[in-house]
Nanobody, 123 residues
């Protein structure tokens, strides 16, 4: 069982930056691939970024590639999402998730989810 708690969301102007954190409970954090997803009002939850168990491999949605960076610190049981050059279309609730394998991009592949953190980008 893994419990995930996101933090770091907020309101930011277009072009600004935010760093999201996701703290995981349990001793087996390093055995999970981690991902970030987002869901805007009226839209389906979509993949944003994923990172392998060791942190050595990452994968991004085309819409965020070059602007967002996913990383993890297994000693702190935490995964991060650094978001730069934010756009109004990045506005959504952002969720972190844990999967038994790495670098999945579909919601069905993830076993555990956090409660989400709101990111709002004003124009």
């Amino acid at each position: 069982q893994v419990q995930l708690v996101e933090s770091g969301g907020g309101l930011v102007q277009a072009g600004g930056s935010l760093r999201l954190s996701c703290a995981a409970s349990g001793r087996t954090f390093s055995s999970y691939g981690m991902g970030w997803f987002r869901q805007a009002p009226g839209k389906e939850r979509e993949f944003v970024a994923a990172i392998s168990r060791s942190g050595g491999s990452t994968y991004y949605a085309d819409s965020v590639k070059g602007r967002f960076t996913i990383s993890r610190d297994n000693a702190k049981n935490t995964v991060y999402l650094q978001m730069n050059s934010l756009k109004p279309e990045d506005t959504a609730v952002y969720y972190c998730a844990a999967a038994a394998r790495s670098l999945y991009t579909t919601t069905a592949a993830y076993d555990y989810w956090g409660q989400g953190t709101q990111v709002t980008v004003s124009s």
